[in-house]
């Protein structure tokens, strides 16, 4: 394992109450703005645009490039937003002497609501490649998209419980993809290691919704198939974009692209046919998976 020496980190934490249906779009409107500098910044972390109505904004995002001057400058568009807002904020830029530090303070920081539910989840993500945050229109497009993703749950009766539907992870390896050593440059043995989306992304979409147990089984299809679904507009707005197997969709309808790339699915089939002939080890959608696998029989079909 390779150790670095801590850095001082700038670290925002911010709850908004959202009594405004118009905050959910003008919030998601500053974020795409500005996504493509504060990646270029080294900013990363997480936020919920919540629901139009009922749950709060929130955000909590950090960097480690950056002194405290510097990153009130940077994060100006978002605190300016939250002051302006109309509702009830707490913004919150701390600095931290590095990594450790900030661990210990998660808890009094970290406004996001990530807690588990004592209840089922369906889930479906997409990976937003750069190009989509360039341009005027696709700025546009892109909150329109994701806008409309949330309106559409609104209107769904069958969702036993109120999850925040989208959260954005802004994790993607931006600063690593700028410097790829040459093993990790396409036709090096580690360019397969990850979708080639996740090589240009600078947002990780995750949809969800979560249901109790006592609904019925026709009801937990219906669920995860609209779970699914609502994630089609996001996929067309997002050609070459991908998704990350981890938090990706059960029933992600190009999970060779998706998930791999062809390029990189190709060549992982041939590594998993030189040492599983017989394809004993295989999961759904996975490398060499076959759908009609009599193993697979107990997934629902879709479409």
């Not at 209840?119 to 479906?124: E, K």
Request: hydrophobic residues 35%.
């Amino acid at each position: 394992m390779l150790a670095h020496q801590e850095k001082r980190m700038e670290v925002l934490s911010l709850s908004l109450e959202n009594r405004d249906p118009r905050n959910v779009e003008h919030f998601l409107q500053v974020m795409v703005n500005n996504a493509e500098r504060w990646a270029d910044e080294g900013w990363g972390g997480y936020f919920q645009p919540g629901m139009q109505a009922d749950q709060p904004i929130t955000l909590f995002m950090a960097t480690s490039m950056m002194n405290h001057t510097q990153a009130e400058q940077s994060m100006k568009p978002i605190l300016d937003f939250a002051l302006h807002s109309g509702t009830t904020a707490s913004p919150n830029l701390t600095t931290f002497t590095g990594y450790g530090e900030l661990m210990q303070s998660m808890d009094t920081l970290n406004t996001m609501s990530l807690n588990h539910y004592q209840a089922a989840v369906s889930m479906s993500s997409r990976i937003v490649p750069r190009v989509n945050f360039q341009g005027t229109a696709n700025k546009h497009r892109l909150v329109e998209v994701l806008n409309d993703i949330m309106l559409t749950l609104e209107q769904k009766t069958n969702s036993s419980l109120s999850l925040p539907p989208l959260l954005v992870c802004l994790t993607t390896p931006v600063m690593y993809s700028k410097h790829l050593p040459g093993m990790d440059r396409e036709g090096g043995p580690g360019y397969s290691s990850v979708t080639p989306a996740w090589r240009d992304g600078l947002w990780h979409v995750i949809h969800k919704r979560a249901w109790v147990d006592e609904v019925e089984p026709s009801t937990v299809v219906d669920i995860w198939k609209e779970t699914s679904q609502s994630m089609n507009p996001l996929r067309q707005l997002t050609p070459g974009g991908g998704a990350y197997q981890n938090e990706g969709d059960v029933f992600e309808p190009d999970p060779i692209g998706a998930f791999w790339g062809k390029d990189n699915y190709d060549r992982l089939l041939k590594l998993k046919k030189e040492v599983d002939p017989d394809n004993i080890f295989t999961v759904h959608q996975g490398i060499g998976w076959e759908e009609s696998d009599r193993r697979y029989s107990c997934y629902p079909k879709l479409v």
